[in-house]
């Protein structure tokens, strides 16, 4: 991230490839969770690792989302709303249209060959189950790919937020936070009140659909995390209280989100678990807002490699672990052992396809929906190109070396 004097953030740049790779080791996990229900599951399951998938759900999704806000808005305010507008969709259409199109599919026959070897369905049948799934728009054709989805939804949205604010939005936004710091109560009154509200709506989407009204209301619910990203790049004061969560506040930001996840009893406790939801999680990436800017505010080559491959890790990495989980169906170890050797191994595997992908132009267009840069030219380089510009032209033979 860079901002307006183009002064690098690097902290943010690090925060955000960590909330990436993160899905490595979440979805290694959610394949022996108890409360999960994942494409490629073991039949072997593990508490450690339900808690694990759980801890690692309660903020890595919040966290990616405040982020994408903060630069989106800052993006937004430096080149204006269509030509920012159609830099994210090419930015993001084009990974999602290239992995719907070669990604999903492999994980979609990976998801029925996992089916077969757990003696589900017979062999026999696999070649049509696959051309069934294949041929039937579901939720395996989203997938992992959802958060692009969502994401061009935001940043649909924010675009035209900036256009009927007639390029005003950031400063708004600055005004919002100001009159919320001067307006406590009634500010913390509102925000329980949509979260009642939110609450309310999950039971009556849930009851109506369980499956995919939780899966929808999930994903809406990020818009939350993305709007105070934008926040967060508005107010100078916000992003200075981001960046002050300590050790104190990760611990009560652990305790919130687990008390979220306990079974509430009612639509008052339905309410307060929201609030300790979102609570919860903010504490927790400020935390780490906090750790990234005190230790990875500066250059660093390693820290640029993780950010230059976590786009590329997130997208390849989802069906790597399913062709491991599938190939783990075959053993039996512990499940801790198993989740160690996907996560590391996914990761691993992963990071050699982007090399692979970081290789060719086409590729990285595909798959990251950017040209490839080139290399800077140094100043010797220049120095040897103005050597050659003074010599003169008029020599009787070519140049040679």
Known sequence: METGNRQRLHHWDFSRALYLVLGIPFHAAVIYSLSHEWSVASPEKSQLLTWLADFLHSFRMPGFFLLAGLFSMMLLDRQGAWPWLKSRLTRLGLPLLFATLLIVPFQISVQQVALVIKGTVPAADLPGMIAAQLSHFGEPWIAHLWFLWVLIAYCVGLAMLQVLSRGTLRARLEAFVTWVGDNRILSLAAFAA?????????????????????????????????GFGALVYSSRKLNDLLLRPGSVAALTGVALVIFAQVPHADLIEHTLKVMAAILGALLIVGYISNLAHRHFNRPDARVRKLVDASFTIYLFHHP????????????????VLEFAVIASSAGLISYA??????????????????????????????????KLQSISTDRPYPLRG
């Not at 790597?320 to 499940?335: E, Q, R």
């Not at 090399?355 to 929906?369: D, E, H, K, W």
């Open 320 to 335: 790597v672990i399913y062709v491991l989980a599938t190939l783990f169906l075959m053993v039996d170890l512990p499940p």
């Open 353 to 386: 396809i982007h090399l692979a992908v970081s290789r060719s132009a086409i590729a990285m267009l595909m798959f990251n929906g950017v040209r490839a840069k080139k290399p800077p030219v140094s100043q010797q380089s220049r120095a040897d190109a103005a």
């Open 194 to 226: 949509i979260c009642e509200l939110v609450a309310r709506a999950q039971e009556i989407v849930v009851a109506a659909s369980p499956y995919y009204g939780n899966a929808v209301l999930n994903y809406n619910l990020y818009v939350i995390y993305f």
